[in-house]
């Protein structure tokens, strides 16, 4: 009776060892969980940030004002545009003359 209990463990620890649905997935499951944990972390941060961005919109003329100059390239009222071409890059800039 003791052989037979000890064979029929043996069996089911080779079960839950060896079958796909045993310990290998159980440990692939736990590592898909963790790397999405990372992911959803990420996410939130991202989405954190993206928020205070809209209430500083929201609740600021500055950060509009920001986003027009940078992302639209506007400039205000009473600014001067003005455009630096650094010296040495000539072949850069068209000359009016030459065809």
Same mark, same amino acid.
């Given at each position: 009776?003791?052989?037979?209990?000890?064979?029929?463990?043996?069996?089911?620890?080779?079960?839950?060892?060896?079958?796909?649905?045993?310990?290998?997935?159980?440990?692939?499951?736990?590592?898909? $969980?963790?790397?999405?944990?990372?992911?959803?972390?990420?996410?939130?941060?991202?989405?954190?940030?993206?928020?205070?961005? $809209?209430?500083?919109?929201?609740?600021?003329?500055?950060?509009?004002?920001?986003?027009?100059?940078?992302?639209?390239?506007?400039?205000?009222?009473?600014?001067?545009?003005?455009?630096?071409?650094?010296?040495?890059?000539?072949?850069? $800039?068209?000359?009016?003359?030459?065809?």
């Amino acid at each position: 009776m003791l052989i037979v209990l000890a064979i029929a463990g043996f069996a089911v620890q080779g079960q839950v060892w060896l079958a796909d649905d045993g310990f290998r997935k159980t440990r692939g499951l736990r590592a898909a $969980v963790a790397e999405q944990r990372a992911q959803n972390q990420g996410l939130r941060d991202r989405n954190a940030s993206l928020d205070a961005e $809209v209430i500083n919109l929201k609740q600021g003329r500055d950060a509009a004002e920001e986003r027009a100059r940078t992302d639209l390239g506007m400039i205000g009222k009473t600014e001067t545009f003005y455009q630096v071409i650094p010296a040495g890059d000539s072949g850069m $800039v068209a000359n009016a003359d030459s065809p």
